[in-house]
């Protein structure tokens, strides 16, 4: 019997003019690990919240068909109905927290399901350690690390034990051996899971079957081994690539330079210590480490955001700064007047920026109207419009499907041979740079 059924979905958001899911069935069973695959804007997000119930009740827009989990038709139950039975973990981890403190974030969704209070805070260590993240129990929230914000959303749905684990690039902000036990846990909980990925190896090692979604339309709906054939004739960029070996590019004169840079948040909590970096023009650097490292630390003190508290920082010329989640950003009513913030609204320069990542086709939009990879690649294009002798991106492949991201690599290598230089934090090991470093507690190391 099936645990979830969808009948000829097809849904558009307010506004919109083309359906975001377009006449989409499938069944999910009890127990089974279900790869989402697709483009930046294919529909993955819109079917997991259809699944949820949030499509239509919290979206509101034009829906037609059915969808029913663990026998509640989602036209009448309403998503707190569903709550306990199906917990989902969004995209931006920054905006389904509401508590302060790490445990009780958690405990919060027990809370509301009214589980015994003797058996909340046992089931909020387990799930902590599950994903690595015991020794955050007390932190406060907002001092986390995009990553290590991430591991507690995981461990919130994980706590609710539920059905039906809908997941939506879970891992894109957690670093390699992070995401290899999480996604052990998830293999292990015996719940049926549907995990949207654009980090593609993770997610097809561990599925049971793969769904493949373009223009909201499912193309694909076949178990792992006949969906390697499959993708390999149609999407071949989706299977898993190795990682990418250093490019070893010569470097030119140093851009930006970092002597002995040792940063605190708090007193007695070093972030850094002792950091010596240079990056060259010419050369694109991938920043690497451990979630909770100071990669983002260290991105920020060289676009000149934070000072150092030790140590001398050196920069030629101008830097551009693109953040962990640009989509919290964003301050204009159409993506192209977004673009030309950075260069005075010089729409003509917005538009070539857009057509770099693919956005052409959305420059009279709404930026909320955009998925989050499209947000992502709207964030880049903004910063990159102003041309900035150092480009300094934080993950900026989060939520970007692999064509688009092989796209922007082979962009910010032409963008850096021409005599600029770009430094790139990343837990993405596939993404190409001339130079990777590990970055560590006590020093940097080149990998």
Not at 78 to 97: C, I, K, M, N, S
Not at 170 to 177: E, G, H, R
Not at 256 to 265: P, T
């Amino acid at each position: 019997m099936a645990l979830a059924s969808v009948e000829r979905l097809t849904y558009s958001y307010p506004g919109a003019a083309v359906p975001a899911i377009d006449d989409v069935s499938l069944e999910l069973r009890p127990g089974e690990i279900v790869a989402l695959l697709g483009s930046s804007g294919a529909g993955k997000s819109t079917l997991l919240r259809a699944l949820a119930g949030l499509v239509p009740h919290f979206h509101g827009g034009r829906f037609s068909g059915r969808v029913v989990v663990a026998g509640h038709d989602t036209r009448s139950a309403r998503p707190a109905e569903l709550a306990g039975t199906v917990a989902t973990v969004f995209q931006d981890p920054e905006d389904q927290v509401v508590m302060g403190v790490v445990r009780n974030e958690v405990a919060f969704g027990l809370e509301n399901l009214a589980v015994s209070p003797l058996s909340i805070w046992p089931r909020v260590e387990e799930a902590l350690g599950s994903v690595g993240a015991l020794h955050l129990s007390e932190r406060r929230t907002v001092e986390l690390s995009g990553g290590e914000l991430q591991r507690v959303c995981l461990a919130s749905a994980l706590a609710l034990d539920p059905s039906l684990l809908l997941l939506d690039e879970p891992t894109s902000q957690l670093d390699p051996d992070g995401a290899e036990e999480f996604l052990a846990c998830v293999e292990r909980l015996g719940c049926a899971v549907v995990l949207s990925e654009q980090r593609t190896a993770r997610a097809l090692g561990l599925a049971h079957r793969v769904l493949f979604l373009e223009g909201g339309r499912l193309l694909c709906d076949a178990p792992v081994e006949q969906a390697f054939d499959w993708l390999g004739e149609h999407h071949p960029a989706y299977l898993p690539s190795p990682p990418a070996e250093p490019g070893g590019v010569e470097r030119a004169d140093a851009i930006w330079r970092a002597d002995g840079v040792g940063f605190s948040y708090r007193s007695g909590s070093p972030v850094l210590v002792g950091v010596d970096l240079e990056v060259g023009r010419g050369e694109v650097v991938a920043l690497q480490g451990p979630n909770g490292s100071g990669k983002t630390t260290l991105a920020k003190i060289a676009a000149g955001l934070f000072r150092p508290d030790e140590g001398s920082v050196w920069r030629s010329g101008s830097a551009g700064y693109l953040s962990q989640d640009p989509g919290r950003y964003l301050v204009r009513e159409q993506v192209v007047d977004e673009a030309a913030l950075a260069v005075g609204g010089d729409q003509a320069r917005a538009l070539q920026a857009l057509e770099r990542v693919g956005l052409g086709w959305a420059a009279e939009r709404h930026p909320r109207d955009l998925s989050s990879g499209e947000r992502e690649r709207l964030g880049l294009a903004a910063v990159a419009v102003a041309e900035p002798e150092l480009l300094i991106l934080d993950e900026p492949t989060r939520g970007i499907d692999p064509v688009r991201k092989a796209e922007i690599a082979d962009w910010l290598r032409a963008y850096a041979a021409a005599g600029r230089g770009v430094l790139v934090a990343t837990h993405d090991r596939t993404f190409p740079a001339d130079r990777r470093i590990a970055l560590g507690v006590e020093a940097l190391v080149g990998v």
